[in-house]
């Protein structure tokens, strides 16, 4: 069988041939085939700007190209950022415990030392590393909560690989994966091989319990798997979006059972820690940003440290992409995506224009961009460039860049045509005015 990155290559190969040069070069240079098991495909890309433009605009794409490679009729195309030192497999492992090899792999990204501490996240803090270091003897279970992008997946994993190097078998595994895993095993009746599965271990962590209430037969299997666990002095860690008193859908000796041990929060962070972690990740990222740029983005991003992020890679990559330095001007233009469609001045995003732009004229983003000629392409790709020169901000050409590397006087002449063509088509008039009216803020 071929590897993923084999898979991967070849598939590069054909999405060569399907988009244009500025493009693939933009987007899909520089990208990995990671892994690829349980029809899942992994796909390594170097920041999540990038991870974003590949989900919204090329997933289908992609997704067709593999099927055709691997000869399966289904695939999950995931694109994973940041992994330049591609997340360890069973291969690089050997140098484990033999108890602890067979397991599946921790993020790499996600320890403790890469974890910023700060008034929103300390007792979490303190209370995982405690029962890291001390599993089964200090809070039975530990029950993390608090609202997406604020660490609970990181501290999770972060106990995992400082339970792992202690020759603890740790098993992670998020909701949704146990209750599949359950609604399998029962349909094939392989119960007892998911009964060892969770049983034979000293640590078991279960990321978005929230995920299995409500849903019967699994919160049983649940019950079952957590008191023959507990009952071993095996430690159990649990996160959900919400307390357990607020999960309605939860039986209540399940309920109760979570708060035998230690329930802790993790709030949104505050604006010193917002710092903190921006000023973090751009070291981790070899980007010296100044200290200005860093503060736009903690002031803009609140309540979500996978924004925050976010917010931080989209940055250096849409400076990369107009090829300049990175400054705040420079930063709060990139930011506007992340507040929706427009900034607060009113200016609107490049990817939220072409998206209307595609919507309005029926096409895909990625066509606009391509070399294709099409009356109706054309002419959908010069209403973006007219849409895209009454912004203000924007040069000729930073707009032939962003529309697939044109040149600056073909953006002036489009540019000028529709302005001519707006006064004599009412069609076009009315085009133009739509896609206008679908960006205003809502
Ligand atoms: P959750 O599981 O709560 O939705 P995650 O653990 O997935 O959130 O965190 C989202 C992103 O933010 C991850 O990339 C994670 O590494 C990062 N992150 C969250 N909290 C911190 C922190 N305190 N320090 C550094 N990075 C953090
Ligand atoms: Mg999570």
């Not at 988009?19 to 085939?33: D, S």
């Not at 035998?260 to 940003?289: M, N, Y």
């Not at 709060?332 to 507040?339: E, F, H, K, N, S």
Request: hydrophobic share 35%; glycine share 6%.
């Amino acid at each position: 069988m071929r590897s993923a990155q084999e898979i991967w290559e070849a598939a590069l190969g054909e999405l060569q041939l399907q988009i244009n040069k500025p493009n693939y070069q933009t987007w899909l240079q520089g990208t990995r085939g990671i892994a690829y098991q349980d029809g899942q495909f992994i796909i390594s890309v170097p920041n999540a700007f990038v991870a974003e433009y590949l989900d919204k605009n090329q997933r289908s794409l992609i997704k067709k190209t593999l099927i055709g490679l691997v000869h399966s009729s289904n695939i999950k195309v995931q694109f994973q950022t940041g992994s330049e030192h591609p997340v360890p497999t069973t291969e690089n492992t050997h140098h484990q415990d033999p108890s602890v090899r067979d397991l599946p792999a921790f993020n790499p990204k996600y320890t403790f030392d890469s974890f910023v501490v700060g008034g929103s996240n300390r007792m979490a803090y303190a209370a995982a590393l405690g029962v890291a270091q001390n599993p089964g003897h200090s809070y039975n279970p530990l029950f993390i909560y608090g609202g997406a992008g604020l660490g609970k997946t990181h501290l999770l994993q972060a106990i995992g690989h400082t339970a792992r190097s202690n020759s603890i078998r740790a098993l992670y595994v998020s909701g949704e994966h146990f209750t599949n895993d359950f609604v399998d095993a029962v349909r094939q009746q392989r119960t007892n091989e998911f009964r060892s599965k969770y049983r034979d271990i000293d640590m078991l962590m279960i990321d978005d319990i929230q995920f299995i209430s409500g849903k019967e037969h699994t919160a049983e299997s649940f019950f079952h798997t957590f008191n023959e666990l507990h009952n071993g002095n095996r430690q159990i860690v649990i996160t959900s979006d919400r307390p357990p008193k607020s999960m309605p859908l939860l039986e209540d000796r399940l309920r109760s059972r979570f708060e035998w041990g230690l329930t802790v929060d993790v709030k949104p962070p505050d604006l010193k820690t917002r710092r903190d972690i921006l000023k973090a990740k751009s070291e981790q990222a070899g980007a010296g940003i100044l200290p200005d740029v860093l503060d736009i983005i903690a002031q803009q991003v609140r309540e979500n440290i996978r924004e925050l992020e976010g917010g931080l890679n989209r940055i250096i990559a849409y400076a990369r992409l107009l090829q300049t330095e990175v400054t705040p001007e420079i930063a709060t233009r990139a930011l506007a995506d992340i507040g929706g469609r427009t900034l607060p001045s009113g200016h609107i995003t490049p990817d939220a224009l072409l998206d209307a732009v595609s919507e309005c004229f029926q096409i895909t983003p990625e066509l606009i961009s391509s070399r294709r000629r099409d009356k109706q392409v054309a002419l959908a790709r010069q209403v973006a460039m007219y849409l895209l020169k009454q912004q203000d901000g924007y040069s000729l050409a930073e707009i032939g860049n962003l529309l697939g590397g044109r040149n600056p006087s073909t953006v002036s002449h489009a540019c000028e045509k529709v302005a001519e063509d707006i006064k004599a088509s009412p069609l076009l008039r009315h085009r133009v005015m739509d896609i206008q009216k679908s960006l205003r803020p809502r």
